[in-house]
């Protein structure tokens, strides 16, 4: 059972890029997230999805887009990167919200933006 | 939305001492407070968590309490050990359940 899988562990971008962090879960999760995780800030909701074809914006969504075609992946994209968006980001997943159980998370991704 | 103070930022205490970190929320609606801890460079992982229907809960030397009146949460960590420290991340989500806000973390450090 490989639970919440992010893909790619460490990132580089220039400025300007553009990039998919990927995630999936094998759990039959209903709503996945994403957060950032930045010195200081905790953790900031970007986008969220409460099943396949459904997603909504949370705390912190500008720069990025997020879709949800199956339960399984929800990736996030950053449409032009920016060094405000060099963070440490985790996709987590639970049952069906985000109140009903546990919130499972990835082994998070390191992005830096130059 | 839901907003969620934690306090204190650091904590440092001896093995062996008692560990408290408070939150406060700020929806009333709020219904589920759960806590995580972070080790350095891996993932949250939940460790204990409570429901706005009860008061108190404990796992063997954590616990849990609310206050739902105050609006405020509590984690109790007894008897210390070096292996307890960690960031520890306290969270409310909204009563749709759409979204899990979490604190800013406390920095627990345990010297033996």
């Known amino acids: 059972n490989a639970g919440v899988t992010q893909t790619p562990k460490f990132q580089v971008l220039k400025t300007g890029q553009s990039m998919t962090l990927q995630c999936a879960q094998d759990?039959?999760?209903?709503?996945m997230s994403w957060y950032r995780q930045d010195p200081g800030m905790g953790l900031r909701l970007i986008h969220y999805?409460?099943?396949?074809?459904?997603?909504d914006q949370g705390e912190v969504p500008n720069g990025y887009n997020v879709s949800r075609s199956t339960t399984e992946d929800f990736p996030l994209r950053l449409l032009s990167a920016a060094p405000s968006q060099t963070s440490v980001y985790f996709c987590?997943?639970?049952?069906?919200?985000?109140?009903?159980?546990?919130?499972?998370f990835g082994q998070g991704t390191r992005l830096t933006v130059v | 939305g839901e907003n969620v103070e934690q306090h204190p930022s650091t904590l440092s205490v001896q093995e062996g001492d008692s560990a408290v970190i408070k939150c406060t929320y700020s929806?009333?609606?709020?219904?589920?407070f759960p806590w995580y801890k972070q080790e350095l460079g891996k993932r949250p992982q939940l460790i204990i968590d409570?429901?706005?229907?009860?008061g108190e809960k404990k796992d063997q030397r954590i616990a849990v309490t609310l206050n739902k009146t105050a609006k405020h949460f509590s984690l109790h960590i007894t008897e210390t050990q070096p292996e307890d420290s960690a960031v520890y991340f306290c969270?409310?989500?909204?009563?749709?359940?759409?979204?899990?806000?979490f604190g800013k973390g406390t920095t627990l450090s345990v010297s033996s």
């Open positions: 987590a997943s639970s049952y069906r919200s985000a109140r009903d159980t546990e919130a499972f």
């Open positions: 759990m039959n999760h209903e709503y």
């Open positions: 999805s409460v099943g396949a074809g459904i997603t």
């Open positions: 929806d009333s609606a709020s219904n589920y």
């Open positions: 409570i429901r706005s229907n009860v």
């Open positions: 969270a409310a989500s909204n009563q749709a359940g759409t979204a899990l806000i």
